[in-house]
């Protein structure tokens, strides 16, 4: 009996046994929370299933094939991957400027840093609708500026919601000040964790500048900044709040993604089945592309 209770007390502090017992309720809340509907959405992607059941006639990968015969789709596909790549091209050299600028000591540092978090802390929801007002055809504080520093005519105004390459425009736009306090804040933490042993050694090297930049800061923040990049991607190939309201995929579909797409077809017109194999389409991608950035990322890291 005691040898088996050695054994018991050698087996609980065994590093291995120990990280997995205190990490596994977390895993299965995960799996429960994450796997259990993400099961369910599969699944109902493979039937006929409508509003009000959770279940239907198997079609195999019918609503697979007719997702892709719909222009609808296709074009929600190409215009969801426009709105994620140009969004986070935006929020990366933005988001880096900002973390330069932000980093250097000067009065008033901490509340300008207040006022970069404040989209990413407010409701999205909420600004989403101020930005409705920001660019009514009429009341637009954009037309307003532009108006009064003569670069548009009072005549002929822009609807910025109203036509398509305007309304893709904006949707990017508010979709780009949205994430851009996230990335700022990761690349400040990247910036921030650099030693000050390594810009002292730069600067006795005579590399300032663009050069410390190119050869120094930027392969130190390489790393973190994937993960900037990643997790941008991510919220916004899989977010529809700032679609959904600012245009709801108008006009004319000209801004419909995958998700506003997906909304409409399975809770509007109540195809579930339809509506979870459009939102799934998008899954294998961003397993690749999450798979391939961080592999990335940690050949990046700067030993």
């Not at 994620?84 to 300008?112: D, E, K, N, P, Y």
């Amino acid at each position: 009996m005691e040898a088996r209770g050695r054994r018991r007390r050698y087996l609980a502090e065994r590093r291995g046994f120990l990280a997995t017992l205190l990490i596994s309720p977390a895993v299965l809340f995960i799996g429960i929370l994450v796997g259990a509907p993400l099961g369910l959405a599969i699944y109902l992607s493979f039937t006929d299933a409508t509003a009000g059941s959770l279940s239907g006639r198997w079609l195999g990968l019918g609503n697979y094939r007719s997702a892709l015969h719909d222009q609808i789709f296709r074009d929600a596909l190409w215009h969801t991957v426009i709105f994620t790549v140009i969004s986070q091209a935006v929020v990366i050299v933005c988001a880096g400027l900002l973390a330069h600028a932000l980093v250097r000591r000067f009065r008033g540092r901490w509340l300008l840093r207040f006022f970069v978090l404040l989209p990413w802390a407010a409701p999205i929801a909420l600004t989403a609708i101020g930005f409705l007002w920001f660019y009514d055809p009429q009341a637009s504080i954009f037309t307003w500026f532009l108006v009064h520093l003569h670069l548009v005519d009072k005549s002929n105004l822009p609807n910025w919601l109203g036509t398509p390459h305007a309304a893709m425009s904006s949707i990017i736009t508010v979709q780009a000040w949205r994430v851009l306090p996230f990335a700022t804040v990761i690349f400040l933490a990247g910036i921030s964790s650099i030693p000050q042993e390594v810009d002292d050694a730069a600067a006795m090297d005579g590399a300032t500048g663009l050069k410390k930049f190119w050869y120094v800061s930027l392969p130190l923040q390489l790393p973190i900044a994937i993960v900037a990049v990643l997790f941008g991607i991510v919220f916004t190939a899989t977010d529809m709040v700032v679609p959904y309201i600012l245009t709801n995929g108008g006009p004319f579909n000209s801004t419909q993604v995958l998700t506003t797409y997906a909304f409409q077809t399975g809770i509007n017109a109540g195809n579930i089945g339809e509506g979870a194999a459009i939102a799934l389409f998008m899954l294998p991608l961003l397993a690749v592309v999450t798979i391939g950035m961080l592999v990335f990322a940690r050949r990046a890291e700067v030993t």
